[in-house]
């Protein structure tokens, strides 16, 4: 009973850091827990920097939020960093408050589940990323909520298995499997006009 108190107390306290843990890779490839600061600071801030993609504050790699504002003060982005590089969840949202994109990054690579919604909160796409290759199946959807787009990919980022674009009337723009590097299929399409 005194163990299950202690841990309790200790899940209490931890709930109370109002800091993001996330994950990071070293250079060497190590993974290790970091903990980005709940510094936020304005996209607008005139110390921001861009340098070799990364992110400087006052001439110092930036760890913390940027986060955006529209016109109106309505909050459109928020971005988390550490050392210079994107971290953790990205996040934008439209005026009206519908979220617009989430993304993952893990030191400067996108990783995990990207998904982005149109402001009628109807999915737009959802893309799939392993250090910033594209993996798995990737899909982009029209305003109207039917499917433009949908390809496969493997692990080392190479389209594989089935590709796929629709017009947003249901009929076929292209229609092919990719297996060793070969194409087979219905092709000589554009990719999605997205309005």
């Not at 903990?35 to 400087?56: A, H, M, R």
């Not at 005026?95 to 030191?107: D, H």
């Not at 009337?169 to 229609?175: E, P």
């Amino acid at each position: 009973m005194r163990y299950l108190l202690i841990y309790i107390l200790i899940l209490l306290a931890s709930a109370c850091n109002n800091q993001q843990r996330n994950i990071a890779v070293d250079a060497d490839s190590s993974v290790v827990a970091i903990t980005i600061p709940q510094t936020t600071l304005l996209e607008t801030d005139s110390g921001f920097k861009v340098k070799s993609n990364l992110y400087y504050h006052n001439d110092s790699l930036y760890s913390g939020f940027i986060e955006g504002y529209s016109p109106a003060h309505k909050l459109i982005s928020r971005f988390g960093f550490w050392k210079g590089q994107k971290q953790g969840i990205q996040q934008q949202w439209y005026e009206n408050g519908q979220l617009k994109e989430t993304r993952y990054y893990l030191a400067n690579m996108k990783t995990g589940t990207h998904t982005g919604w149109w402001d009628n909160g109807v999915k737009r796409f959802e893309y799939v990323f392993d250090k910033d290759i594209p993996v798995k199946r990737h899909c982009q959807w029209y305003k109207s909520g039917k499917l433009c787009s949908l390809f496969e990919y493997n692990n080392a980022g190479q389209p594989e298995g089935a590709q796929q674009l629709w017009y947003e009337d249901g009929t076929v723009k292209s229609n092919y499997v990719v297996k060793d590097n070969r194409r087979f299929g219905f092709l000589g399409a554009k990719g999605c006009v997205m309005k």
